[in-house]
């Protein structure tokens, strides 16, 4: 089975760096997704790490340490439409998410 | 445009009659999946397909049923939908099961 966690809520001002963690314990390892969710929407793809180390997508990073389980998703100079829920999920022989975590940014 | 497309986006039934929700993608992809999200629990997986005629039970089957005749269609089954079974359901497909989802934009049940 597969055990995910990430904070449920963080709350940062715009402008400012957020940085969300996520822990897993899973038997196996073929990669880990970060998804961003607005409140009433779908998900969306935010970023992949198979590998460790830090990916860089201009105001978001993802960082993986395969060794001890961990990630991060790095959301810098925040932005108000960045009000969201931030989605872990890893996939070891399927895919399973975390419960998400809400950050609110504000003015 | 490149989506998924899934139907109805709100639903409201009697607990045992049977409903479908559609799910369509036109990317050609292989894999696809439902999900179902509830408060405090993220999303958890239904079933999900490998290819054409491959199913295979996610980490909450129970009550539900899907097929998957053609690449494109991946329809969900209630055969006697129950009140526990009232949540948002998100069908989505990926190029492979390693690849990167796209979500349809969500269908809300309520199950009275």
């Known amino acids: 089975g597969q055990n995910i966690d990430q904070p449920t809520e963080m709350t940062a001002t715009e402008g400012a760096i957020v940085q969300i963690n996520c822990t897993y314990q899973?038997?196996?390892?073929?990669?880990l997704f970060w998804y961003q969710q607005h409140a009433g929407e779908a998900p969306t793809f935010l970023s992949y790490?198979?590998?460790?180390g830090l990916e860089e997508k201009g105001r978001f990073s993802s960082f993986l340490s395969r060794s001890k389980g961990y990630s991060y998703l790095l959301l810098k100079e925040l932005q108000m439409k960045d009000s969201a829920s931030y989605l872990c999920a890893v996939n070891d022989y399927k895919l399973s998410f975390g419960a998400g975590t809400t950050v609110t940014v504000r003015a | 445009e490149a989506q998924v497309t899934q139907n109805p986006r709100y639903l409201i039934t009697v607990t045992g009659k049977k409903l479908t929700v559609t799910c369509s993608q036109n990317m050609n992809h292989e894999y696809m999946s439902w999900y179902r999200q509830d408060p405090g629990l993220g999303l958890r997986q239904i079933y999900y397909s490998m290819n054409v005629e491959v199913t295979d039970k996610g980490d909450v089957p129970e009550g539900y049923k899907v097929s998957r005749k053609e690449k494109r269609n991946f329809p969900l089954i209630l055969e006697s939908p129950s009140p526990n079974q009232t949540s948002l359901y998100f069908c989505?497909?990926?190029?492979?099961?390693?690849?990167?989802?796209?979500f349809g934009n969500g269908t809300r049940l309520t199950v009275t």
């Open positions: 899973t038997s196996g390892f073929n990669g």
């Open positions: 989505a497909s990926s190029l492979t099961g390693n690849s990167p989802l796209h």
């Open positions: 790490n198979v590998l460790d």
